[in-house]
T-cell receptor, first 110, second 110 residues
Framework: TQLLEQSPQFLSIQEGENLTVYCNSS?????LQWYRQEPGEGPVLLVT?????EVKKLKRLTFQFGDARKDSSLHITAAQPGDTGLYLC??????????FGKGTRLHILP | DSGVTQTPKHLITATGQRVTLRCSPR?????VYWYQQSLDQGLQFLIQ???????AKGNILERFSAQQFPDLHSELNLSSLELGDSALYFC?????????FGSGTRLTVV
């Protein structure tokens, strides 16, 4: 069974703190995507990483793809209440099949 | 607005009933993907259609079926509904970067 594990499942921190969430698998991906989902809405694509070791930045969000393309991390600097949401990672295999992790539910306290 | 339109937004129905969820993909997109999201299982791929033809099948129950019409809109039919079918149902378009999701249909089976 192909699995994508996300950790932690839940994270509640104060505004202004930094945090990192993780996405891990034993499988190699051709690319990996991160999404953010807010209540009552569909997931919204934040970034796609393709190359092992790749780092992409989106304002205060830094995404890294592991060298072996099996894992990824999302680091948020100086978290704000607007960052609250469910963060999902999704791995794409060479046959174009995509699997999603169950997500990290992030809550930023003002 | 993601460009992917889903109706209805909410649906409440009784066990044993049948419902139809509707999706219009982004203009020009030939593919439609259907996903089910529940708290315990996360986002689960159900089925993909491409230009009217079934392209890939995931964890879709036999009680569920889908089709894509010549105008590219798609319908997901859920029959003999059970309490456990209560979930969010999303459709999505896809390109090389990732998915664009609609805002979903929240199905509650009572």
């Amino acid at each position: 069974t192909q699995l994508l594990e996300q950790s932690p499942q839940f994270l509640s921190i104060q505004e202004g703190e930094n945090l990192t969430v993780y996405c891990n698998s034993s499988s190699v991906f051709s690319s990996l995507q991160w999404y953010r989902q807010e209540p009552g809405e569909g997931p919204v694509l934040l970034v796609t990483v393709v190359t092992g070791g790749e780092v992409k930045k989106l304002k205060r969000l830094t995404f890294q793809f592991g060298d072996a393309r099996k894992d990824s991390s999302l680091h948020i600097t100086a978290a704000q209440p607007g960052d609250t949401g469910l963060y999902l990672c999704a791995g794409r295999y060479r046959d174009d099949k995509i699997i999603f992790g169950k997500g990290t539910r992030l809550h930023i306290l003002p | 607005d993601s460009g992917v339109t889903q109706t209805p937004k909410h649906l409440i129905t009784a066990t044993g009933q049948r419902v139809t969820l509707r999706c219009s993909p982004r203009s020009g997109d030939l593919s439609v993907y259907w996903y089910q999201q529940s708290l315990d299982q996360g986002l689960q791929f159900l089925i993909q259609y491409y230009n009217g033809e079934e392209r890939a099948k995931g964890n879709i129950l036999e009680r569920f079926s889908a089709q894509q019409f010549p105008d590219l809109h798609s319908e997901l039919n859920l029959s003999s509904l059970e309490l456990g079918d209560s979930a969010l149902y999303f459709c999505a378009s896809s390109d090389y970067r990732g998915y664009t999701f609609g805002s979903g249909t929240r199905l509650t089976v009572v």
